[in-house]
T-cell receptor, first 114, second 113 residues
């Protein structure tokens, strides 16, 4: 149990376009979903926390107008990178949590902006 | 389907004890194994292991990888209350879509004074 999927697993887009990444909890209801970005040396940076039906809470330094997060249901959260630029190229990982606060991580999405 | 399993699920010890956390995996096109410590927000990176039998060490923490038996262990000696956290193991692999990370379910460690 506790499977989290992400789609797409890899995306290449042109600079200036927008990209949407989906995060789904497949076999449980996720009241909270987290979005991370992986940096060199394997560190993970928390970008935002989203609770179903409410606005996401963004970490300091993360532009909420650039990284749009929607958590419309208990099994789906989306991250939209708007007007993507090459510096947005990264590995984006989501995790999902039920009320008992155990995070289950998705497999990640590799975004490359050309 | 790639799979990473951590054990035990949770562990309660007293300060000064030594703990060993386990991570076994089944992935295709293995690239590396990563250990993270998660307390509140983002997991903190601890180690990346790519070669069998070479121990990585940082203070009281050490880790080793066995690519033949497909597992890794994370050791913490002389535990302190500050070591209380969830420890995550993740395996990086490559597939047709590129790199991916498969996380284990984590081991929740509680160190009592």
């Amino acid at each position: 149990g506790a499977v989290v999927s992400q789609h797409p697993s890899r995306v290449i887009c042109k600079s200036g376009t927008s990209v949407k990444i989906e995060c789904r909890s497949l076999d449980f209801q996720a009241t909270t979903m987290f979005w991370y970005r992986q940096f060199p040396k394997q560190s993970l940076m928390l970008m935002a926390t989203s609770n179903e039906g409410s606005k996401a809470t963004y970490e300091q330094g993360v532009e909420k107008d650039k990284f749009l997060i929607n958590h419309a249901s208990l099994t789906l959260s989306t991250l939209t990178v708007t007007s993507a630029h090459p510096e947005d190229s990264s590995f984006y990982i989501c995790s999902a949590s039920s009320v008992y606060y155990e995070q289950y991580f998705g497999p990640g999405t590799r975004l490359t902006v050309t | 389907e790639d799979k990473v399993v951590q054990s035990p699920l949770s562990l309660v010890v007293h300060e000064g004890d030594t703990v060993t956390l386990n991570c076994s995996y089944e992935v295709t096109n293995f690239r590396s194994l990563l250990w993270y410590k998660q307390e509140k927000k983002a997991p903190t990176f601890l180690f990346m292991l790519t070669s069998s039998g070479i121990e990585k060490k940082s203070g009281r923490l050490s880790s080793i990888l066995d690519k033949k038996e497909l597992f890794s262990i994370l050791n913490i000696t002389a535990t302190q209350t500050g070591d209380s956290a969830v420890y995550l193991c993740a395996v990086a692999s490559a597939n047709n879509a590129g790199n991916m990370l498969t996380f284990g379910g984590g081991t929740r460690l509680m160190v009592k004074p």
